[in-house]
């Protein structure tokens, strides 16, 4: 892994008109002759393990987003996270987490967090719980990379929260777990997931009844590509804007034209985020659901997103009325949403699901 780490750094140094080809290349030699749903053994399977693994070992801030990212989060979907109780996905663990935990019996928590890397959203929540005067818990921490939680520990350590924390090296892909868990929380890390079928089974066997299944996660087309008719807006949007808008800062080149560029190519990067929602409507009774974002993600993203200032009235413009897009192709049932925030419950829950804008999960799912 060593070398493939060096190989990606040297290749991140090139001129964006040279890592593309390299990146094809790399595409070539994981895809041949394995058409269908990726496998989760043999070689190629072992390539993509050591690329994940390459590609998140120096990343110390993992959910870094430009600040137009930040200006969009906090004018539009802040103010709809507000209305139920909370401002910041922090927050959304936090408090569904303390509900399972008040309504279980009594005794040691245990609470499993699904891909948590670094550990930044756990330790949080170890903290928060602590200033709410719970210390018997444990949070076990999943993730297959081990230098991710070598820096886990160190903050851990330093926030008087190691003892709280379980580092778990392991493949989620085929993950067995022992349970039973108070809660179990997923940020960002199910869109890495080929064996989904089977991790979403394993939860569901390790779930307390009173317990919670909580994700904020992507559930847009594979390799967060657009589909056909959100790449028809995005193309009519491109023609029009600034030119400025278009310079690629991943690939350091101006992109004339949109690339549907498929990021499950390497890694495991939204291997299978489409089917993310449709497998846990099969197994889940949803409590809360709310699903935003699709053409406005190409726009605050690492690529794009830092040619738009916040400061600029120009650039926030821009930003709005795309969301407005959005928003308006959701009413018309033309998109279908590429985040989520859910809330998810053991069959025996019977209550209602709390949803925004009309939209239940099943009507986020994309209809081919």
Same mark, same amino acid.
């Given at each position: 892994m060593a070398i493939l780490s060096a190989a990606r750094r040297a290749a991140l140094q090139l001129p964006g008109a040279l890592q593309i080809p390299l990146r094809n290349i790399w595409q070539l030699v994981l895809r041949a002759s394995s058409a269908g749903r990726p496998r989760t053994k043999g070689f190629r399977y072992l390539l993509r393990? !050591? !690329?994940?693994k390459a590609i998140f070992e120096n990343q110390i801030e993992v959910h870094d987003l430009p600040p137009i990212s930040h200006y969009w989060s906090n004018t539009h979907l802040r103010p709809i996270l507000e209305v139920h109780g909370f401002s910041n996905p922090d927050q959304f663990f936090l408090e569904n987490v303390k509900k399972s935990v008040l309504e279980s019996t009594p005794g040691n928590i245990r609470i499993l967090s699904i891909g948590s890397g670094n550990c930044d959203t756990e330790i949080r929540l170890a903290q928060s719980l602590r200033n709410d005067g719970l210390n018997n818990f444990i949070? &076990?921490?999943?993730?297959?990379?081990?230098?991710?939680?070598?820096? !886990?520990?160190?903050? !851990?350590r330093s926030l008087g929260v190691y003892e709280n924390l379980e580092p778990m090296i392991a493949d989620f892909n085929s993950l067995k777990l022992l349970g039973p868990y108070d809660a179990v929380i997923a940020n960002q890390s199910l869109h890495h997931v080929v064996e989904l079928e089977h991790l979403f089974d394993q939860i569901d066997e390790s779930l307390k009844e009173s317990g919670r299944f909580i994700i904020s996660d992507m559930i847009g087309r594979n390799g967060h590509q657009r589909w056909p008719e959100a790449l028809v807006i995005v193309n009519e949007i491109w023609d029009s804007m600034p030119q400025r808008y278009k310079y690629n800062k991943q690939f350091k080149r101006v992109d004339d034209k949109f690339v549907n560029w498929?990021?499950?190519?390497? *890694?495991?990067?939204?291997?299978?985020?489409?089917?993310?929602? @449709? &497998?846990?409507?099969?197994?889940? @009774?949803?409590?809360?659901?709310? *699903?935003? *974002?699709?053409?406005?993600?190409?726009?605050?993203?690492?690529?794009?997103? @830092?040619?738009?200032? @916040?400061?600029n009235p120009e650039d926030r413009t821009f930003i709005d009325n795309v969301h407005k897009i959005d928003v308006s192709m959701f009413e018309k049932k033309e998109l279908t949403p590429t985040h989520m925030l859910a809330v998810l419950r053991r069959n025996s829950y019977k209550g209602n699901c709390t949803i925004w804008n009309g939209m239940l999960p099943a009507d986020c799912v994309r209809r081919s």
């Open positions: 393990i !050591a !690329a994940e949070i &076990e921490c999943v993730d297959i990379n081990e230098r991710m939680f070598e820096r !886990a520990s160190v903050l !851990a498929d990021s499950s190519g390497v *890694g495991f990067e939204g291997i299978r985020s489409q089917d993310i929602l @449709p &497998e846990l409507i099969k197994r889940f @009774p949803f409590e809360f659901f709310i *699903g935003y *974002g699709n053409v406005i993600d190409v726009f605050i993203d690492r690529s794009f997103g @830092p040619n738009l200032d @916040p400061d």
